[in-house]
C-alpha cells in the first residue's frame, strides 16, 4: 500500500508486472497460444499498458472487441497481431486492414465487404466466427456451406486469409461447454470440406482455458486472468497463481468526529450508534464504487477494515472508523490484492451483486491510472 501523490483525490494503480507474471503464469498452464484480451480499456487497466505487459509474459495475439480498439493499440505502439470482432454496419475495415488488424467475421456480409478492401499484394486476414450456442454473433450452421465456400473462394483469388476459425462458450456448465465444443467441431469439419485450414482454432476464455483443456485447441483468450482476477465463485486469484493487478484507492478527504444518532449521507440510511469518527474517502459511483454497495462496500484504512457507512454518493463515500486514529491524506483501498491486505475486488463484486468483471471494468474515466513501480 502506498500514499497518493499531492493533489490526487483517488487513483487506480496499475501492477503491469503483475500482467506480465499472470500472462506468463498462464500460458505455461494452458500449452497453447495466448490471445490477451484487453478490450474496454483493458478492463479498465489501460489498453496499451495491459497489451504491452501482456506481449512481455509471452501473448502472442491480442483481442479488442471492435475496430476502434484496435487502432488505439496501433496507434499507442502495439505490433502484435490484433483481432477486432464486433462491428457497427459500416466500421471502415479499409482502415483496420491498413494498420494490419485481422477481423473477425460473422455473416457473408462482413466476409465480402472484408475481400473487398484488399489490397492488389495485401489479402486481408480474418477469423471467421462461428455460432455454438451462446446465441451471439457468428455464422450459424444453416449458413456455414455457403459462408465456408465463399470464403474459399475469395482465400483462391487472394483476397482473404482465412488466418483463424473460433467461438466463445458460456460458462453455463461443463457439459454445455463440451456440446459447444462438439459443435465448433462440425464447423472446423465443413470448413475443412470447403477447403479452408485455419490455422488458429480457438474456443475458450479464462475460465474453459483454465478448468476444460481440450477447449485450449490452439489459442485461447484471456481476459480476466491476466488481470489477476478469478473467473470462479470458489477459487480465488492466489488459488489460481494469479495476482490481481489493479488497486482503486483514495486519500481521506475530510475527518469528523461526531456524537451518536448522527446521519450519514443522503437519506440518512445510516446513523452513529455512539460518539465516532467519519473519515469522507472521494470515491463516489462515477468512480467506480457501485451505489449498490452502499452500507457494506470494504475499504481498508491504516491496515484495519471498515464498511461503506450509507449511501454511496457520486464522487464520495462516508466510512465510520468508530475511534481509531485516521486522519486527513490517510490511504482508504477500496480494493487491490487481498494477499497484501487489501480487500479483494470480489467483496465489491459481492456487495453489489455483481461480478468482479463489472467491478473493475466500471472505474471511471476521471479517476487517473498509474503505473506501479516496483
Ligand atoms: C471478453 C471476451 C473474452 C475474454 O473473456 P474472459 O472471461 O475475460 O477471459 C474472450 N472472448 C470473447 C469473444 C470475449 O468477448
Redesign the pocket.
Known sequence: MSRLPRGVLREALIDTAAITANVRHLRALVGVEV?A?V?ADG?GHGAVRSAAAAVAGGAARL?V?DVAEALQLRRGGIDAPILA??HAPGTSFAEAAAYGVELGVSSMDQLQHAAAVASADRPVDVHVKVETGLGRNGVAPADMGSVFAEAARLERIGRLRVVGL?S?VS?ASPDDDRAALAQFERAQAAASAAGLRPRVRHLA???A?IDLPETRLDCV??????YGLS?FDDRTSADLGLRPAMTLHAAVSAVRRVPAGHGVSYGYTYRTARETTLALVPVGYADGAPRQASGSGPVAIGGRRFPVAGRIAMDQLIVDVGDAAVAVGDEAVLFGDPTLGAPAVEEWADAASTIN?EIVTRVGPRVPRREATA
Do not use: D, E, Q
Open positions: 490471445m484480451v478490450k478492463y483481442g472487441t470482432w464486433l473460433f466463445h460458462n476464455a479464462t475460465a482455458a483468450r484471456l481476459g480476466l486472468g491476466i473467473p468483471y
